[in-house]
Nanobody, 125 residues
Framework: QVQLVESGGGSVQAGGSLRLSCAAS????????LGWFRQAPGKEREGVAFMYNGGNGTYYVDSVKGRFRISEDNAKNTAYLQMNSLKPEDTAMYYC??????????????????WGQGTQVTVSS
């Protein structure tokens, strides 16, 4: 049984940093695409950072480029999202997703089979 467990969320002031973790069991995170998505109240879930090709490739949505960094520790089978220079608009529930179906765009949340329960990030101004 595949399980993804996120942790590391919290409340910070604007300009602060957080590091989210996504610990996987029953699945090797480096075997396929892994994405970090976020969803704010009343908004659609959006992908913010993706990792592929065993961690050799990364993609970031424009709004987080230069501030967020996705990485993985294969020995721990854990992915991370380092978030720096946080802004109030980064406030959302953050999810990691894995197990790409290869049925559509890698940006599409429906493309991923496995999801964590989410971790809340709140950034105050």
């Amino acid at each position: 049984q595949v399980q993804l467990v996120e942790s590391g969320g919290g409340s910070v002031q604007a300009g602060g940093s957080l590091r989210l973790s996504c610990a996987a069991s029953g699945y090797t995170i480096s075997s396929s695409w892994l994405g970090w998505f976020r969803q704010a109240p009343g908004k659609e879930r959006e992908g913010v950072a993706f990792m592929y090709n065993g961690g050799n490739g990364t993609y970031y949505v424009d709004s987080v480029k230069g501030r967020f960094r996705i990485s993985e520790d294969n020995a721990k089978n854990t992915a991370y999202l380092q978030m720096n220079s946080l802004k109030p608009e980064d406030t959302a529930m953050y999810y990691c997703a894995a197990g790409r179906k290869y049925e559509g765009s890698w940006r599409n949340p429906d493309e991923y089979k496995y999801w964590g329960q989410g971790t809340q990030v709140t950034v105050s101004s």
